[in-house]
């Protein structure tokens, strides 16, 4: 018999983990990122389709790949619903614990799989500013949700064995 004690997972992380919503690779994303590390699995990777509507570039779809646990899949999901529709500004303010909270709480121990997932998002508004003037509001400097992420993922390859980083 099993000793392990299941995680206390709110109904709505089972729910997404169950019927994760816009999950899968996408055909000619405007940009995508990865956060995570492939040494052990705990790993996201965002695509986002972005337009320009009236002069506002609007995320028009968010799609995502997890290679992480059911928090980490449920964060994704919850992710890609709330960015899609919003302007890149909007999706740029949201926090890993907005995405906890709106999954109706992640137990401490699976915070960093909504960090990783904010960290996916982070990353691919700075890939898609690569090269450009940064618009007012984007820092130039790493934000402290963005250091978090690299925190987290330095942690998860200590913790597996260093492996070669996915681009
Ligand atoms: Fe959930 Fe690491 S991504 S435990």
């Known amino acids: ?21 816009n999950l899968g690779p996408m055909e000619n994303p405007t940009v995508e990122a990865m956060a995570g590390s492939p040494a052990c699995g705990d790993m996201i990777r965002l695509y986002l389709r972005i337009a320009d509507v009236g002069g506002e570039e609007v995320i028009k779809e968010a799609t995502f790949e997890s290679y992480g646990c059911a928090a980490n899949i449920a964060a994704a999901s ?45 990353r691919a508004v700075r890939a898609y500013y690569g090269g450009k003037e940064l618009p007012p509001w984007l820092p130039k400097e790493l934000t402290a949700e963005e250091r978090q992420t690299m925190e987290e993922e330095e942690m998860i390859e200590r913790i597996y064995g260093r492996s070669p980083k996915m681009k």
């Open 1 to 21: 018999m099993s000793s392990r004690i299941p995680l206390p997972y709110s109904p709505k992380v089972l729910k997404y983990f169950k019927n994760p919503k």
């Open 78 to 122: 919850v992710l890609t619903e709330l960015i899609k529709g919003k302007t890149i500004k909007e999706a740029w303010k949201i926090s890993w614990k907005e995405i906890s909270d709106e999954l109706g709480g992640l137990p401490p121990i699976k915070y960093h799989c909504s960090i990783l997932a904010v960290g996916a998002l982070k």
